[in-house]
Nanobody, 124 residues
Framework: QVQLVESGGGLVQAGGSLRLSCVVS????????MGWFRQAPGKEGEFVAT????????DYADSVKGRFTVSRDNAKNTVYLQMNSLKPEDTAVYYC?????????????????WGQGTQVTVSS
C-alpha cells in the first residue's frame, strides 16, 4: 500500500519561507511524477506544482511561479516544495500526490495516491 506523509507546514509571517517534504512509501518512487496541491477554507482544491519522474521537468500554477520550487530526491523517496515570499493567500492545507505515470500533470484526477496534508498559515 502506498503511503504519502507530508511535513514542514506551520505558521509563518508574510514574506517568510517554508519547505514542505513528502515521503512516499513505494518501491519504485522514481517511476512516478509527483504533484503538490492545496485547499484553502471554503475554496476548491487547486494545483500548485508538479515534477516529472527524474526532476528534469516541472510546472507551476501562475500564482506561485517565481516563489515556489518543487524538487525531488529519488534516493530518499521524497518530494519537496520550497515556498518563498509567502503571502496570506497561500494559507491552505497542502497535499502531495503521486501519479500513476512519469510525466507531469496539473489536474487532481491525474493523481491516484494522496497524503493527509499539512497546514500552512501565512499571517499578514
Amino acid at each position: 500500500q502506498v503511503q504519502l506523509v507530508e511535513s514542514g507546514g506551520g505558521l509563518v509571517q508574510a514574506g517568510g519561507s517554508l519547505r514542505l517534504s513528502c515521503v512516499v512509501s513505494v518501491r519504485t518512487f522514481s517511476s512516478y511524477a509527483m504533484g503538490w496541491f492545496r485547499q484553502a477554507p471554503g475554496k476548491e482544491g487547486e494545483f500548485v506544482a508538479t515534477i516529472n519522474w527524474s526532476g528534469g521537468r516541472t510546472d507551476y500554477a501562475d500564482s506561485v511561479k517565481g516563489r515556489f520550487t518543487v524538487s525531488r530526491d529519488n534516493a530518499k523517496n521524497t518530494v519537496y516544495l520550497q515556498m518563498n515570499s509567502l503571502k496570506p493567500e497561500d494559507t491552505a492545507v497542502y497535499y502531495c500526490a503521486q501519479r500513476v505515470g512519469t510525466i507531469i500533470a496539473t489536474k487532481t484526477n491525474d493523481y491516484y495516491y494522496w497524503g493527509q496534508g499539512t497546514q500552512v498559515t501565512v499571517s499578514s
